[in-house]
Nanobody
Framework: QVQLVESGGGLVQAGGSLRLSCAASGRTFISYAMGWFRQAPGKEREFVAAISWRGGSTYYADSVKGRFTISRDNAKNTVYLQMNSLKPEDTAVYYC????????????????????WGQGTQVTVSS
């Protein structure tokens, strides 16, 4: 099993930056693909970014491409989401997710692909 705890959310002005962290428990973190999703009020949870187990492959939603960067430090059992040039439409609860796989697939952009989820961290971008 893997337990995920997100941190780093907060209130920021448009154009600002935040870095989210997701700390994972368990010794098998290295064999998990990781993803970030977000959910705004009244909307469905949507894909933001994903990273392969070694960190060599990534996917991004079109809405964040060029502004957000996903990375991971397997020695620290942590995955990060660096968010730059934030916009009010980025306001949401951000969730970290884990999938026990060493394969890389477009399915990792889908919610159903993931086995474990964190509780989420709120990001609010003011205009």
């Amino acid at each position: 099993q893997v337990q995920l705890v997100e941190s780093g959310g907060g209130l920021v002005q448009a154009g600002g930056s935040l870095r989210l962290s997701c700390a994972a428990s368990g010794r098998t973190f290295i064999s998990y693909a990781m993803g970030w999703f977000r959910q705004a009020p009244g909307k469905e949870r949507e894909f933001v970014a994903a990273i392969s187990w070694r960190g060599g492959s990534t996917y991004y939603a079109d809405s964040v491409k060029g502004r957000f960067t996903i990375s991971r430090d397997n020695a620290k059992n942590t995955v990060y989401l660096q968010m730059n040039s934030l916009k009010p439409e980025d306001t949401a609860v951000y969730y970290c997710a884990a999938k026990g796989t060493t394969e890389w697939s477009i399915h990792l952009t889908r919610r159903y692909a993931y086995d474990y989820w964190g509780q989420g961290t709120q990001v609010t971008v003011s205009s």
